[in-house]
């Protein structure tokens, strides 16, 4: 049980925030995800543009509307990778 116990404290510390190492991406990656993000944004709103111009329930409107669906949803994770990699940190 000793042993269980110094070993789960040394797990615990591992998983501290204060302790981890603070890894960053370089300024040309994350200039890369940004425009990634803004690019996949364009796209979402580009077929939001062209979703309007069909019938709700049309093959045309549920394709973009998937479409829509699927692009913000990367955006948004390449946004969340983004604030941990590349957001500054004051």
């Given at each position: 049980m000793k042993h269980i116990t110094i070993i789960l404290a040394f797990l615990m510390t591992l998983a501290n925030p204060v302790t981890a190492i603070e890894q960053r991406f370089s300024d040309e990656d994350c200039r890369g995800v940004y425009a990634g993000i803004v690019s996949l944004l364009g796209e979402a709103n580009k077929n939001w543009e062209d979703r309007e111009q069909?019938?709700?329930?049309?093959?045309?409107?549920v394709k973009h509307?998937?479409?829509?669906?699927?692009?913000?949803?990367?955006?948004?994770n390449y946004t969340t990778i983004y604030e941990a990699f590349c957001a500054k940190v004051e």
């Amino acid at each position: 049980m000793k042993h269980i116990t110094i070993i789960l404290a040394f797990l615990m510390t591992l998983a501290n925030p204060v302790t981890a190492i603070e890894q960053r991406f370089s300024d040309e990656d994350c200039r890369g995800v940004y425009a990634g993000i803004v690019s996949l944004l364009g796209e979402a709103n580009k077929n939001w543009e062209d979703r309007e111009q069909n019938p709700i329930g049309s093959s045309d409107y549920v394709k973009h509307t998937n479409i829509i669906k699927w692009t913000v949803d990367v955006a948004a994770n390449y946004t969340t990778i983004y604030e941990a990699f590349c957001a500054k940190v004051e």
